[in-house]
């Protein structure tokens, strides 16, 4: 397969799809890569360690003709998609829900692999790109807060006194929480984390962690997960109780990291303003949701809001890209893993898409949108 690595031209995205490291294993299998002059530097890759491991650099005019394979990180831009070879195979972050271009997915019979859908099976986990990125976006959302955060995070016992310990409210517990919560406790904060799913609590504790609970039925506790793992809307009721609890626990609050998701929906709204304006002056909010919502009333992409009262809030939707050497590394050797599937033993381009992961990652093939 000839494989094709764009330089990335979406606002702040500063990662990339192949690393040299991958590169390697692309040609080891068989595979020629090209890559667009300049495409790993803001993951801190030069030029001359992609032509070093195998790969031919093309200026963007011609990085496409007769590609194969198209490795993104963010799905293509009107103009990509019109340099894209007609019946190419893009690899991406598609954010196929919102995509804006589908149709010229079709029109130009393109095979689109989104891989913010691959199944959290067991199979998938070396393809799994939403737990590396969010692994990489909870350690980055507490350097952030800290950051911005007026005080010292550890006790500190002190000849002019002592220092009390941040203490840090995580909602959501996921992929993105958890390392929050690592990181946090590294840095010598006191954690509590809450989250619908009661499965959470094992795994908060296992942290260090104070898990805090909503009071809530039995009936409650298993609707508040789907069969694949995800969590599910709650009822007005729950709702209710959890905010009376999150809101106490936010005044108590120094920091609050806030990574509550539910696939395919808007964000939960979990911080109300009233909650934030109640909040201790010098206190900071990181809304890692802000994309599909936010979890914080007063969150705004990519946007750092000081309230009237001190309370910094800050909605953070792509940290990954801010740590984006190591975040690259990750996606990418992710990519390799799910590019294998790709290829028949003889290395040619031929996708079953009867397989499992790629019925569930393909939106277009041959001219058909599948449904999203
Ligand atoms: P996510 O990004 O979709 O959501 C983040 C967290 O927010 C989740 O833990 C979710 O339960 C929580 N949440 C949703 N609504 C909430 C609310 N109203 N209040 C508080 N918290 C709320 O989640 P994720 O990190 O992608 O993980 C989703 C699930 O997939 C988890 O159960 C995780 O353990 C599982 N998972 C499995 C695998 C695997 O088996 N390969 C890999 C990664 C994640």
């Known amino acids: 397969m000839l494989i094709a690595i764009a330089a990335e031209t979406h606002p702040g995205e500063h990662r990339v799809a192949a690393t040299p490291e991958t590169v390697k294993k692309y040609l080891a299998q068989g595979h020629t890569v090209r890559v667009e002059p300049g495409a790993g530097l803001a993951a801190a890759i030069a030029d001359a360690q992609y032509v070093a491991a195998g790969a031919t650099l093309v200026p963007a005019e011609s990085l496409y003709a007769g590609a194969d394979v198209v490795l993104r990180v963010r799905a293509p831009s009107e103009a990509a998609l019109a340099a894209i070879p007609d019946g190419a195979t893009v690899v991406a972050l598609f954010e196929a829900h919102r ?90 904060a006191m954690v509590e984390a809450f989250d619908v799913r009661p499965a959470a609590r094992e795994q908060v504790e296992s942290l260090g962690a104070r898990f ?112 984006a050497a190591d975040a690259s590394a990750l996606y990418a050797r992710n990519v390799l893993a799910f590019t294998a599937l790709l290829a028949d033993q003889a290395g040619h381009l031929a996708p079953d898409l009867a397989d499992d992961i790629l019925a569930a990652t393909c939106i277009a093939h041959r001219g058909e949108l599948m449904p999203i």
């Open 99 to 188: 995509y804006p271009h589908r149709r010229w997915l079709a029109d130009k019979r393109l095979t689109a692999f989104a891989l913010e859908r691959i199944p959290r099976t067991t199979r998938a986990q070396a393809m799994d790109v939403l737990s590396s990125q969010a692994n990489v976006a909870g350690y980055r959302a507490v350097l952030k807060a800290v950051q911005h955060y007026p005080r010292f995070m550890p006790m500190l016992m002190t000849a002019a006194g002592t220092v009390k310990p941040a203490r840090v409210l995580i909602l959501g517990a996921g992929v993105a929480g958890l390392q929050a919560i690592a990181t946090a406790r590294r840095l010598g």
């Open 212 to 323: 805090v609970e909503v009071p809530s039925s039995e009936a409650e506790q298993l609707s508040s997960q789907s069969a694949a793992g995800y969590a599910r809307a709650m009822s007005d009721d729950y709702q209710a109780r959890q905010a009376t609890l999150i809101a106490a626990r936010a005044c108590e609050a120094d920091i609050v990291i806030a990574t509550a998701q539910i696939p395919g929906q808007p964000a939960p709204l979990l911080l109300t303003e009233a909650m934030v304006t109640a909040m201790k002056p010098g206190s900071v909010i990181v809304d890692l949701a802000v994309d599909s919502g936010g979890n914080c009333a007063l969150a705004s992409p990519d946007g750092c809001h000081v309230t009237a009262g001190g309370v910094t809030v800050l909605g953070c939707g792509n940290l990954a890209a801010e740590l």
